[in-house]
């Protein structure tokens, strides 16, 4: 009997949160693409802030790749700017909403459904930019894939990245009020075999700490040029200003 691997549950998870209407797998309206490509540019790595201009350069005829990134939310105004888009997911129903806007908007597309804990299948120094939004909380360890992102960037290159803190991890899903878990959080590390972690259907996910998330970046050979934080944008906690997340600009 084949091994259940747990990024194949989390794509699976990931595929039904989809077609239950979940937040990220909502593409951006012909609207809000008309405004990208009037420069109205507006990408969120995280749930609240958009990113900040300053940190996407001019992507006229340069390669961006949306890592684990699908859904039709970054990599259609990445196109609206002129970017020549790839985008790697392994969720079947995210790379259909990507390939469903750009055959909506007229634009070319290169799709992968891949596993990122795999080594990415691209050659050294191909993508100018490489979009990361909140997404590394379904994989167990980051740094091969902060080595990946700086194999595959060019010199100069820039990554922008989403990453959970953790935080959200130590609180009850119902109303965020009681401390009810521990960090590192592990689900492969409890009692539970990776069926019953599957039949919960909230997929399996990690924490990871500032050391692995930033860190990491660092380790694999980026510069960290600027960073902010953001909240859960709704909740007990985001109501109190509980920073959630950060998001990251490095370069190679």
């Given amino acids: 009997m084949k091994e259940t691997k747990y990024t194949d549950i989390n794509s699976r998870t990931i595929d039904r949160w989809v077609e239950e209407g979940w937040e990220w797998g909502i593409p951006v309206s012909h609207e809000e693409f008309l405004d990208a490509k009037n420069g109205n540019i507006s990408i969120f790595l995280t749930p609240t802030k958009p990113v900040p201009r300053e940190w996407i350069p001019d992507l006229g005829g340069k390669r961006v790749l949306g890592l684990a990134s699908g859904g039709g939310q970054q990599m259609p105004i990445f196109a609206a700017m002129g970017a020549e888009c790839h985008v790697l997911d392994y969720s079947k129903r995210q790379i259909e909403s990507e390939l469903a806007v750009a055959k909506r ?67 009850d899903s119902d109303n965020e009020e009681r401390i009810t878990g521990y960090l590192p959080f592990d689900p492969l590390k409890g009692k539970k075999s990776i069926e019953q972690i599957e039949e919960e259907g909230d997929g399996v996910q990690f924490s990871h700490t500032m050391e692995d998330q930033i860190g990491g970046q660092l380790k694999a050979g980026f510069s960290l040029l600027d960073l902010y934080e953001d909240t859960n944008g709704s909740g007990f906690l985001h109501e109190h200003g509980v920073p959630c997340f950060v998001a990251t600009l490095a370069k190679k």
Avoid: Q
Wanted: charged share 20%.
């Fill in 105 to 171: 908007e007229g634009y070319e597309i290169h799709v992968y459904r891949a596993d990122m804990t795999d080594p990415l299948p691209f050659p050294d120094g191909y993508f100018d930019l490489i979009c990361h939004p909140v997404s590394n909380c379904y994989i167990r360890d980051v740094l091969p894939v902060w080595k990946e992102c700086y194999r595959v960037l060019k010199v100069g290159g820039r990554l922008i990245s989403g990453l959970d803190n953790g935080i959200n991890f130590l609180f």
